[in-house]
C-alpha cells in the first residue's frame, strides 16, 4: 500500500507528496473560495472549473480536453467520471456516516484508496493522508483533493453554523 499526503502550503496552496517527501504535483486557487483550480503537475498545468445551474459539477481539462468529471449525488457522494483511458466510473464516498475518512470505488466495489481528511487548528491548514490500494496518477489524486475541498466547504460551514449555535 503506498501512502501520500496532500497538505496545504497557504490558504490557497496544496503540494502532493510521495511517502518518500519527492513532490507530485501541486494544486494553486487564484484566490480565497475559489471554485477555479490549477493543478501543475511538471511543466503541465491542468484546470478544474464548475459546471451545472446548482455548480454541483466539476471538470478537470488539460487545454481543451476534459479528463475528469465529478458530481455530487443526492446522498453527498461524489461521483467521478474518468475519461483518460475510457470511461471509468467511481465513487467516492464517506467511511462511515460521519467520518473524516473517504473512500473511493469503482463500479464492482474495488476500493481505490482511503483518504484521511484533517484541519490543524494550530496552522489553520488542510493535510490529507492518502492510503492508495490501486495505483492512481498526481492529476487524479490532486483532482480529488479539488472536489473534496469543495463539496466539503458546504459541510464546514453548516458544521461551524451547528457547533456556534450549540
Known amino acids: ?58 471538470e478537470v481539462a488539460e487545454y481543451e480536453r476534459v479528463l475528469l468529471k465529478f458530481k455530487m449525488d443526492w446522498k453527498g457522494n461524489i461521483i467521478m467520471t474518468s475519461l483518460q483511458d475510457g470511461e471509468k466510473h467511481f465513487i467516492i464516498k464517506k467511511e462511515k456516516w460521519y467520518s473524516n475518512i473517504l473512500v473511493m470505488k469503482d463500479e464492482n466495489e474495488k476500493v481505490y484508496f482511503h483518504l484521511k481528511r484533517n484541519f490543524k487548528w494550530k496552522d489553520f491548514k488542510f493535510h490529507y493522508e492518502i492510503a492508495l490500494e490501486e495505483d492512481l496518477d498526481a492529476i487524479t489524486l490532486l483532482s480529488i483533493i479539488h472536489v473534496v475541498n469543495y463539496f466539503s466547504s458546504d459541510d464546514d460551514g453548516s458544521a461551524a453554523t451547528t457547533a456556534a449555535t450549540v
Open 1 to 58: 500500500m503506498k501512502t501520500y499526503t496532500a497538505t496545504s502550503q497557504n490558504s490557497r496552496n496544496f503540494i502532493l507528496e510521495n511517502q518518500n517527501q519527492e513532490i507530485l504535483g501541486e494544486l494553486i486557487y487564484p484566490k480565497w473560495y475559489s471554485t477555479k483550480a490549477e493543478i501543475h503537475i511538471g511543466s503541465k498545468i491542468f484546470k478544474t472549473d464548475t459546471k451545472g445551474f446548482w455548480t454541483t459539477s466539476v
